[in-house]
């Protein structure tokens, strides 16, 4: 059975950095695409991060620049570095796997339960 469970979140005041991170179990971690999402309350669920098997990242144009995405395939864990933080940042973020390529859209297999960052201005 799959499992992700993300860490990391908390409050952080407007440019501080917080770093996430998505432990995850029950499959062949390497060969999945990975992503991180975020929803922030009356808001849509958006992509933010995804990597691939091969390395390959993309970002939502909002965090390019300030957010890497990243993976420890010998740790099983995927992470978010978030720097530069802004209080358009604060929502519950969510880490996600997938057998195949998925990118930021939602259509990602697996899903975590979730940790809240909260930038405050």
């Known amino acids: 059975q799959v499992q992700l469970v993300e860490s990391g979140g908390g409050s952080v005041q407007a440019g501080g950095s917080l770093r996430l991170s998505c432990a995850t179990s029950?499959?062949?971690?390497?060969?999945?695409?990975m992503g991180w999402f975020r929803q922030a309350p009356g808001k849509e669920r958006e992509g933010v991060a995804a990597?691939?098997?091969?390395?390959?990242?993309i970002y939502a144009d909002s965090v390019k620049g300030r957010f890497t995405i990243s993976k420890d395939n010998a740790k099983n864990t995927l992470y978010l570095q978030m720097n530069s933080l802004k209080p358009e940042d604060t929502a519950m973020y969510y880490c996600?796997?997938?057998?195949?390529?998925?990118?930021?859209?939602?259509?990602?297999?697996?899903w975590g339960q979730g940790t809240q960052v909260t930038v405050s201005s």
């Open positions: 990597i691939d098997d091969d390395g390959t990242t």
């Open positions: 029950g499959y062949r971690y390497s060969s999945y695409c």
């Open positions: 996600a796997a997938d057998e195949t390529w998925v990118g930021l859209n939602n259509e990602y297999n697996y």
